[in-house]
């Protein structure tokens, strides 16, 4: 009788190995297109997010014939003229029904009327987190602060190519910058004497949590108002162009500021409010010009080009950016 030999099939340990190792290169391969696909897709998200913030400028403008004040408050203690004294309110409130906040509008009208102080409003109200106003890229987007700041989002608006202490100190025209925004102002699109297409309306920037120590004595640490809505005193709705995108120059605000490595910045005792446009996204940020069209503009701008772009009406144009 003839027998027929059965053979067991298996892996060797060397080809388990093998199996092992090319399945490892072929993950390491593709999680960079992963994270790279979706990395785009935040990147479209937040630019989307601004295209809508301009939309509502815009449609602000179209309703009044002039932009929103960048802020309404007093600015380094004291109270610019026209101000509604410390209400600490800026852009962002009176935008709110342009960006589907009505309600959250509604709930605010209240404490418009009679300058109430934005941090006196209840917390249930300033701490609503606005989708909107959030740079998915940013892990730290929809914070809201520690400190009873309220929500504190990624999105603000050039007062121009200057630092604003400078303006409001030395300025003839006391508190005005060159930028379509700022203290009490009143832009309207016939004073964009440079153009809309050569002129910054907003940025992004890194939201920066609050560190919760003091190690200045003079609150630096604590509080960081980059992108806080509802306290003006700080002007941290708004940026400069003084600076490319991205800059190594630290931010700076007035009496305090949280200090990240991602977020350079120096606060405690100083009288500037300089906060640059940043993004974590590679290379540079998304800006939004005055026509409300958006450009991711390159952290390797020539700063004199990126300072003429803040200019509302200083007549220096730029070419291609």
């Not at 309220?150 to 604003?164: A, I, R, S, T």
């Amino acid at each position: 009788m003839l027998r027929t030999r059965r053979r067991t099939q298996g892996f060797t340990l060397i080809e388990l190995l093998v199996v092992i190792a090319i399945i490892a290169v072929l993950i390491a391969l593709l999680l960079p297109a992963v994270q790279q696909a979706r990395e785009a897709a935040r990147r479209s998200q937040c630019k989307n997010n601004l295209k809508q913030l301009g939309l509502a400028l815009h449609n602000y403008h179209d309703t009044f014939g002039v932009f929103p004040p960048g802020s309404f408050a007093s600015v380094y203690g004291t109270y610019v003229s026209g101000g509604t004294d410390g209400s600490r309110k800026c852009w962002f409130q009176m935008i709110l029904p342009y960006i589907d906040q009505a309600p959250l509008y509604n709930q605010l009208v209240p404490y418009f009327n009679n300058g109430t102080d934005m941090l006196s409003v209840p917390q249930s109200i300033i701490t609503s987190r606005i989708t909107v106003l959030q740079c998915p890229s940013d892990p730290t987007a929809g914070k809201v602060s520690s400190t009873g700041q309220g929500f504190v989002g990624n999105y603000v608006l050039c007062n121009g190519p200057q630092d604003p202490a400078t303006s409001i100190n030395g300025n003839s025209n006391g508190y005005k910058c060159n930028g379509m925004f700022y203290g009490i102002s009143s832009t309207k699109i016939r004073d964009i004497t440079d153009g809309t297409t050569n002129t910054l309306m907003g940025s992004e920037i890194i939201v920066v949590p609050d560190s919760g120590t003091d190690p200045g004595g003079c609150y630096g640490g604590i509080y960081d108002y980059r992108g806080a809505y509802y306290n003006q005193l700080h002007w941290g709705s708004m940026f400069t162009a003084l600076n490319p995108p991205n800059t190594n120059v630290p931010d700076q605000i007035w009496n305090a500021c949280g200090s990240t490595a991602r977020t350079p910045c120096s606060g405690c005792a100083i009288s500037s409010n300089l906060i640059h446009a940043r993004s974590m996204h590679t290379g540079g940020a998304h800006l939004m010009l005055g026509d409300g069209s958006i450009r991711f503009v390159s952290s390797n701008i020539d700063r004199t080009s990126f300072q003429a772009l803040g200019g509302r009406n200083d007549a220096i144009l730029t070419g291609d950016f």
